[in-house]
């Protein structure tokens, strides 16, 4: 992995190049339960991004839903979602929903680390491209996530996605000074 920043005044941006990434089928039996965390049922799954295990250099869920609102009204128990992702060895739970062909809105709960939800996770937006390119989603060899607009810090992450299945992802975004 490697890692870029730069400030230009009172602008940052950062840049990882991810490690290989890979996806595979999740148990149905992890899908379900981690539907049933959220509330959600499968009839609000969107069948052209099936759930997957996908791994940028850790391991990811990815549980993409048909519709904005779904994703909008996240909710769980974040002591029950820790459980559940510390006995899958998952490190967040990468809850999607596709805009567009390029155009992807994220939710990343992370109760493994004892955070409700991350605002940008460059991780699981590599995770995630891998996934799309292992489809063979129609990505264009780039996407657009936004993540962390339904907990008030909105951040936009540019995933470039090379064709040869399996190589590593470059995710680029601004960041926000925190104090």
Do not use: C
Not at 13 to 18: F, N, R, V
Not at 107 to 127: H, I, K, L, M, Q
């Amino acid at each position: 992995i490697t890692v870029e920043g730069r400030r230009d005044g009172d602008a940052f941006a950062g840049a990882l190049q991810s490690p290989p990434t890979r996806s595979y089928a999740a148990e149905p039996e992890l899908v379900l339960q981690s539907l049933s965390l959220f509330g959600y049922s499968q009839n609000q799954l969107d069948s052209r991004i099936p759930p997957s295990l996908a791994d940028g250099g850790n391991k990811h869920l990815v549980i993409a839903l048909s519709e904005r609102a779904s994703l909008s009204a996240m909710s769980y128990d974040l002591d029950v979602g820790r459980k559940l992702m510390n006995e899958a060895g998952l490190v967040t739970i990468i809850l999607v929903y596709a805009a567009a062909e390029q155009v992807f809105h994220v939710r990343n709960p992370f109760a493994s680390g004892g955070v409700y939800e991350d605002p940008a996770t460059g991780s699981a937006a590599a995770a995630l491209a891998g996934y799309l390119r292992d489809l063979e989603w129609p990505h264009g060899g780039r996407i657009e996530i936004t993540q962390g607009e339904d907990m008030g810090m909105r951040s936009r992450l540019i995933a470039d996605i090379p064709s040869e299945r399996g190589s590593s992802i470059r995710v680029a975004g601004t960041a926000r000074l925190m104090e």
